[in-house]
């Protein structure tokens, strides 16, 4: 596509449980990332693919936060048994392969996220 | 640990005028620094990337600078408008960091009053 799309755009859940949110990256872009942004706060950095595989998962939470991509382009992340303090927006991007690449980002509008 | 400090946090102009946006960090070994705009609600949009080796980068009305050495870059908007109120948020990437791992800033709110 155009553009870096994600989906869903907004989601409501109960504390405990399980939630899935997608990120389709640009076409031809191999790496890809998930950052999350609390209210008033810049975006903080969760996990990052480059193809298939996670590359640095540094940034994931704890072990309630999973994310894979497994064909190389879609990538969904998974928040199991979910809690209040996980609420924020969950931005997704992608930037090119390695080999002549500026290091340019292009994130999409993320899915927020509210677990009441 | 990278710190990305913004300052002002939020800053409100009349149409017309100047902005410049402050953006500091605390470790200089960086690979670039890229300065994005967010809407309300809305996700990041790319305005201006710098590569660590170069001083400035320009693209229209937007002028963004790099001082490695003293960890700061400055975003300039010329002659304001309205439709240029958003955040505004910097961006680093550490050469230590794996690429695309970007520490961000809070960001500086911005209004342009008509």
């Known amino acids: 596509g155009a553009g870096v799309s994600q989906t869903p755009s907004n989601k409501v859940t109960e504390k405990g449980k399980y939630v899935e949110l997608r990120c389709d990256p640009i076409s031809g872009h191999t790496a890809l990332y998930w950052y999350r942004q609390s209210l008033g706060q810049g975006p903080e950095f969760l996990i990052y693919?480059?193809?298939?595989?996670?590359?640095?998962d540094s940034g994931l939470p704890n072990d309630r936060f999973f994310a894979v991509r497994p064909e190389g382009s879609v990538s969904t992340l998974k928040i199991q048994r979910t809690e209040r303090g996980d609420s924020a927006v969950y931005l997704c991007a992608s930037s090119q392969p390695l080999a002549g690449n500026t290091g340019e980002l292009f994130f999409g509008e993320g899915s927020r996220l509210t677990v009441l | 640990k990278q710190e990305v400090t913004q300052i002002p946090a939020a800053l409100s102009v009349p149409e017309g005028e100047n902005l410049v946006l402050n953006c500091s960090f605390t470790d200089s070994a960086i690979y670039n620094l890229q300065w994005f705009r967010q809407d309300p609600g809305k996700g990041l949009t790319s305005l201006l990337l710098?590569?660590?080796?170069?001083r400035e980068q320009t693209s229209g009305r937007l002028n963004a600078s790099l001082d490695k050495s003293s960890g700061r870059s400055t975003l300039y908007i010329a002659a304001s408008q309205p439709g240029d109120s958003a955040t505004y948020l910097c961006a680093v990437g550490l050469t230590t960091d794996s690429w695309g791992k970007l520490q961000f800033g809070a960001g500086t709110q911005v209004v342009v009053t008509p």
């Open positions: 710098i590569q660590s080796s170069q």
């Open positions: 693919f480059q193809g298939t595989g996670a590359a640095d």
